[in-house]
């Protein structure tokens, strides 16, 4: 599965001694047309499964990536956090498989922290989200980034944000402030790195009480997504 996934960063991953593990990079990022980073949010360990095995895996820089391909390019596993964001992005109940598959060679996918969580009932610390925000930030130099989709809107995942951006001498600027989607609003802005802007976009974690058809006209409107797909290549 982590055929999918294209290497040629890694020697500068290598490099970032505060990235545990490091980002699934889709086979065809290269080639999009906006370099796009989806933001996630944690992993915590599978308490009802084999704690063992997890440790294993995130023990090694590829975790992630294997997680993310056995969710993702498992394009019938039923896996709301890359399911429930695929529908959003395509406006569609059921993406085509192609769909699916094309989204995920064409972008890069990185979890904002870096340490897993005990249970889904444990929530990152702002500490954890300002060390996360620093190696994101690290990650969109290295590969170019031009628009961050991420998930969750704490307020302290954006204040954190805020905080890191300050030390860096740059800022969050908020766009005109999005309608409220349900009970939540999302957060649209873009900050400044080096002598470029990356546009963000915060949505609710599609992982619960997400309502794919509520966020796809924003994602729509705020990010240059869909038609930045690169076409996606075969795997054997």
């Known amino acids: ?25 889709g086979a065809q990022f290269r080639a999009s047309a906006v370099r796009t980073m989806i933001v996630g949010e944690s992993v915590y360990v599978w308490t009802d499964k084999d704690p063992a095995a997890f440790a294993r895996r995130y023990a090694s820089v590829e975790g992630l990536r294997e997680t993310h391909a056995r969710h993702a390019m498992n394009v019938e596993r039923n896996a709301r956090f890359v399911r429930n964001i695929e529908r959003a992005i395509f406006a569609a109940k059921r993406p ?25 009932q444990h929530r990152p610390s702002e500490d954890d989200y300002r060390a996360g925000w620093i190696e994101v930030l690290a990650l969109c130099r290295l590969l170019g980034i031009e628009q961050c989709l991420v998930y969750g809107l704490e307020s302290s995942k ?68 869909r038609g930045a797909l690169a076409e996606p290549i075969r795997i054997e």
């Open 158 to 225: 954006l204040r954190a944000l805020k905080d890191v951006l300050r030390e860096h001498g740059s800022a969050f600027e908020q766009e005109d402030r999005p309608a409220r989607i349900g009970a939540v609003r999302p957060h649209a802005g873009s900050i400044g790195l080096d002598d470029r802007r990356i546009r963000m976009l915060f949505v609710r974690h599609p992982s619960a009480f997400f309502s794919w058809r509520a966020w796809a006209p924003l994602i729509e409107d705020r990010l240059a997504l």
């Open 96 to 120: 085509a498989p192609e769909l699916k598959t094309r989204l995920w060679q064409s972008v890069v996918y990185h979890n904002l922290v870096l340490r897993p969580m005990a249970s889904p």
């Open 1 to 25: 599965m982590t055929s999918h996934v294209d290497r040629s960063f890694d020697h500068l991953f290598q490099a970032r001694t505060g990235l545990p593990w490091w980002p699934w990079v």
